[in-house]
């Protein structure tokens, strides 16, 4: 049979679709008819200088703006002028890059809240607190919990809407090296042991390159670069516009 000549990487489909996306502030040209997919089963990645779009454009396909023009589809529905509470009942979830939990509630209610919010069929809040090994601290208020902690309790509280899609907005910043080691298996894991599609803004390219199988560069809310993730680094815009020139210098030693 054919199918056995195929590729598994070849039957996914296109989860979501952004499709000439464009945003506008005023005057201001915050994402300009920008088009991508993200495939079902993929950890795809966005990066770009600061002020580059790359919140704005999460923002939109959250439901948090809407598009001044183009569509956002997911999973075959168009979902452009979605509340985000109905963009999350339709399965994505996302983390904000400031952490942001209840603070008077345990870790434990945090999750809970998520796993309410969601309205479909969901992980338990147990099921979450043993994923990300947060078991131990799963009566201690959120406020004060450290950085790393607080930023597992947010993705615990997505994850437990039991979303298909993951939106991870610099979820690694503020970490020390140990922390984003630790995280990165947390994202791997996520994408294999609970099948779920993520996309990940972060501004550490070389980790981006690592996790990701294709990423999008994106200049003053332009799509600068859209291609695999180990060939990035050598598109020479790219360099030019965000690596600076002087990247990869000294790399031979």
Excluded at 83 to 112: E, K, M, W
Excluded at 145 to 165: H, P, W
Aim: net charge negative; with cysteine; hydrophobic share 40%.
């Amino acid at each position: 049979m054919l199918s056995a000549f195929i590729s598994p990487a070849l039957w996914r489909f296109a989860m979501l679709q952004t499709d000439a996306v464009s945003k506008n502030f005023g005057k201001l040209e915050a994402l300009a008819e920008v088009t991508f997919t993200v495939d079902e089963g993929e950890i795809f990645g966005i990066a770009g200088p600061n002020g580059a779009g790359k919140s704005t454009l999460f923002n939109v396909i959250s439901g948090n703006y809407r598009p001044s023009a183009g569509r956002v589809i997911f999973n075959n529905r168009d979902i452009s002028n979605f509340s985000p509470d109905r963009v999350c009942h339709a399965g994505i979830g996302r983390t904000y890059q400031i952490p942001t939990t209840f603070h008077s509630l345990s870790v434990r209610d945090n999750i809970r809240i998520g796993s309410t919010f969601g309205g479909r069929k969901t992980h338990s809040v147990e099921e979450v607190l043993q994923f990300l090994s947060l078991g131990e601290i799963a009566e201690q208020p959120a406020k004060n919990l450290d950085l790393y902690s607080t930023k597992l309790v947010m993705l615990g509280s997505v994850l437990a809407t039991n979303c298909d899609l993951l939106m991870l907005d610099e979820p690694m910043a503020g970490f020390s090296i140990s922390e984003i080691e630790k995280f990165v298996d947390v994202v791997n894991q996520v994408n294999k042991e609970w099948g779920t599609t993520i996309i990940i803004i972060e501004h550490l390219l070389d980790i981006l390159i690592s996790l990701t199988e294709r990423i999008l560069i994106l200049d003053n809310g332009r799509l600068l670069y859209l291609g695999k993730s180990s060939e990035v680094t050598s598109d020479r815009r790219v360099v030019e516009v965000y690596l600076g020139s002087s990247y990869g210098e000294g790399s031979d030693a």
